[in-house]
C-alpha cells in the first residue's frame, strides 16, 4: 500500500536533547497525524493538523503542517526515557475519502 | 471513557483454520477501521466502515478475509482459511475523523 516518506528511519539520543522527524509525500493532505507506539500496543494520537501552516503544541512536542500540503514535522524538546517508541506520521488526502496513509515510522531511542 | 476494545489480544492457530478477530469501537464513532502491521509493509489499512456499511475494501488481500459490522458497537474480521503469511498484528480503530486505536490482536498462524 502507500506510504508517506519518513525520516529519520530512527535515532539514538540522550535524554534532554531536542528531536526533529519529519513526512514529506508527492500528493496534498489536508489532515496530518502524528502518533506514538509503544511496543505491544495501538498507536496513540499526539497531535492533528488541519490547516496549511498550522502550527500546534502538545506539552514538550510541536508539530506543523507544511505549506505546500505535502510535509510535516513533529519536534520534541528535551526528551526523556518516556519517549521512547515508534513515531508515525499519517496523511488524509481529503476529498470523500476518510482514509490514512502511515509514513514508515520513526524510531526514537533515549539513553538517559 | 473506554478506548476500542479488541479481543483477543493474542492467537496462536495452526494453518487452514477460521480466525475471528473482534472490535468493539468507541461509542459515537461513526468510522471503523481495520488495519494489518508487519514489519515489512507497515501499517495497512484494510477496510473500514461508516455507519456500519463497508465504504473501502481495497486493502483486503483476498477472498480469505472478510469483515463485518453488524451493528455500531462491534465489528468482526475473520480469515478461513489462514495461512503463516497472515500472522500480523491486526489493528481496529475508531473515530469521527481522527483514528483512536485498539491494543491490537497478536495473531500467528503455524
Known amino acids: 500500500g502507500q506510504q508517506l516518506n519518513q525520516s529519520p528511519q530512527s535515532m539514538f539520543i540522550q535524554e534532554g536533547e531536542d528531536v526533529s522527524m519529519n513526512c514529506t509525500s508527492s500528493s496534498i493532505f489536508n489532515t496530518w497525524l502524528w502518533y506514538k507506539q509503544d511496543p505491544g500496543e495501538g498507536p496513540v494520537l499526539l497531535i492533528a493538523?488541519?490547516?496549511?501552516?498550522e502550527l500546534t503544541s502538545n506539552g514538550r512536542l510541536t508539530a506543523q503542517f507544511g505549506i505546500t500540503r505535502k510535509d510535516s514535522f513533529l519536534n520534541i524538546s528535551a526528551s526523556i526515557p518516556s519517549d521512547v517508541g515508534i513515531y508515525f506520521c499519517?496523511?488524509?488526502?481529503?476529498?470523500?475519502?476518510?482514509?490514512?496513509?502511515f509514513g514508515t515510522g520513526t524510531l526514537l531511542a533515549v539513553q538517559p | 471513557d473506554a478506548g476500542v476494545i479488541q479481543s483477543p489480544r493474542h492467537e496462536v492457530t495452526e494453518m487452514g483454520q477460521e480466525v475471528t478477530l473482534r472490535c468493539k469501537p468507541i461509542s459515537g464513532h461513526d468510522y471503523l477501521f481495520w488495519y494489518r502491521q508487519t514489519m515489512m509493509r507497515g501499517l495497512e489499512l484494510l477496510i473500514y466502515f461508516n455507519n456500519n456499511v463497508p465504504i473501502d475494501d481495497s486493502g483486503m488481500p483476498e477472498d480469505r478475509f472478510s469483515a463485518k459490522m453488524p451493528n455500531a458497537s462491534f465489528s468482526t474480521l475473520k480469515i478461513q482459511p489462514s495461512e503463516p503469511r497472515d500472522s500480523a498484528v491486526y489493528f481496529c480503530?475508531?473515530?469521527?475523523?481522527?483514528?483512536?486505536f485498539g491494543p491490537g490482536t497478536r495473531l500467528t498462524v503455524l
Open positions: 499519517a496523511g488524509r488526502l481529503g476529498g470523500a475519502t476518510n482514509k490514512l496513509i
Open positions: 493538523l488541519y490547516k496549511a501552516g
Open positions: 480503530a475508531s473515530g469521527p475523523g481522527e483514528q483512536f
